[in-house]
């Protein structure tokens, strides 16, 4: 097997391709839906409730999405017909025009011989995907988009056929281009029971761009609060029941935790001669051999530079190469756009505790489950056994996660729908199946 190198340290790769899983005992037919009915289940979310992985949406993840996975299992009791606006077949289409990723061989930048890494699997995605599907006659009901923040459920504007006005990803199944909103086309479903995963993008949005830096910013909580609650009163103005899922903590996400601070190993000798590089120039950094804190870009310090500390994130989207062949976080400093200081890490765990208890209390007021993917995703960290297999965080080698570090994999969808759907069980007193994580595509290792 081969191994993936990150940084001065390896990542091994697990190859996690679907293979016949052992029989398990969801064969019990035995299913009921307690108190809630999903006849007409609509979904509404950002990119992980749409099937977004592997930095794209391309038909076999979309196939496996969240929702989809939990309407599989909804079929064995009230669940009706769970329609979802796919994509075309092949490379998919990325928030940015990109294609999917996928673990390619390529030439090692440092050395002889070759690694692998997530690399696009084409040079662009298919725009074909960008072509109108709405408004023929086909009720969608699985209505999350990638890259929707709370504000955009109400905008006209946010299905504008117009990457400059609006978000193509919706605008090509909206039921009315420009016009409708996605709150609104939720509704004409009249729904009976609805999955609402909000937040995740009004805040990772900044978190994933480097904070300050990257030009984005996190929703206000007041605004949060505020249209979170409206769009919860508008989707159970029809009396609908539902879950409502909470956001993780940075602390649980590979895209933040691969890297760790203190992941620049040196020998004695390198310590050495790095402190005498930095004896005439800053007395403030001071290597030792071992593990050490990297060099950041700071420029509230005096220096402009300094040890990245505990509890400070230095983000995937960093140039590996950089890294692993030109010093950075030795001799050359971090950019402070990939990194998210203490102040900034404050401000999204701020934003996190007072989103969640937002939604806490929604979920409370309107009678519906709460899956708490907070304690979940903290779960993950630590692993997960599922028919003899073991999940986690780790990024690859823990197959939860795709190649992005961010959205998860096929696989981590239907753990995170197992999850969604043991809270409906408890809370709506049901008995719907699990599914059986095994048997969905995993991380694949060429």
């Not at 996928?102 to 030439?107: C, I």
């Not at 699985?142 to 006209?156: G, H, S, Y």
């Not at 409370?364 to 028919?387: P, S, V």
């Not at 690859?396 to 998860?408: C, E, I, K, V």
Request: proline residues 5%; negative net charge.
């Amino acid at each position: 097997m081969k191994l993936l190198k990150i940084m001065s340290f390896l990542f091994v790769g697990v190859s996690i391709i679907s293979t016949p899983a052992c029989k398990t005992d969801f064969d019990d037919i035995n299913y009921y839906d307690g108190d809630a009915d999903f006849s007409r289940v609509v979904s509404v979310g950002g990119s992980h409730m749409a099937g977004y992985s592997d930095r794209a949406l391309y038909l076999e993840a979309q196939s496996n999405s969240i929702p989809a996975i939990i309407a599989s299992r909804l079929a064995f009791v009230s669940g009706g017909v769970f329609n979802q606006p796919l994509v075309n077949p092949g490379v998919g289409i990325g928030i940015t025009g990109n294609a999917r990723y996928v673990l390619m061989e390529v030439a090692n930048p440092c050395i002889s011989g070759t690694i692998l890494l997530p690399q696009p699997i084409t040079t662009a995605g298919d725009v074909s995907n960008y072509t109108l599907i709405g408004g023929q006659g086909v009720a969608y009901n699985n209505l999350a988009v990638p890259n929707t923040r709370i504000d955009d459920l109400t905008k006209q504007s946010f299905g504008y056929p117009d990457s400059s006005v609006g978000n193509l990803l919706y605008a090509r199944f909206a039921s009315e281009p420009g016009t409708s909103t996605i709150s609104g086309d939720a509704l004409l479903l009249n729904p009976t029971f609805i999955m609402v995963w909000l937040g995740m993008e009004d805040i990772y949005n900044y978190a994933r761009k480097g904070g300050e830096e990257g030009g984005d910013s996190i929703t206000s909580y007041g605004v949060f609060n505020a249209r979170y609650s409206n769009l919860i009163n508008e989707l159970t103005s029809l009396e609908a029941r539902g879950v409502v899922m909470n956001i993780p903590s940075i602390e649980n996400i590979p895209f933040f935790t691969t890297f760790p601070y203190n992941g620049l190993v040196l020998s004695a000798d390198e310590a050495n001669n790095l402190n005498l590089l930095y004896s005439g120039v800053d007395s403030t950094i001071s290597f030792v051999a071992g593990s050490n804190p990297f060099v950041i870009a700071d420029s509230e310090v005096p220096t402009g530079r300094r040890f990245i500390k505990p509890g400070e994130y230095i983000l995937m989207n960093v140039s590996r190469d950089s890294i692993n062949c030109n010093k950075w976080g030795q001799t050359v400093r971090i950019p402070e756009r990939y990194v998210l200081d203490e102040d900034e890490v404050n401000d999204i765990n701020t934003a996190i505790t007072n989103y969640n208890n937002s939604i806490s209390a929604c979920a409370e007021a309107k009678g519906l489950a709460l899956a708490d993917m907070n304690k979940f995703y903290g779960t993950l960290k630590t692993g997960i056994l599922f028919n003899n297999a073991t999940y986690s965080a780790q990024y690859l080698a823990g197959g939860a996660f795709s190649t992005d570090g961010y959205h998860p994999s096929q696989r981590g969808a239907a753990l995170m729908a197992n999850e969604i759907i043991s809270s409906i069980n408890q809370y709506f007193g049901a008995k719907i199946p699990l599914t059986d994580v095994n048997a969905y595509t995993g991380i694949i290792i060429p």
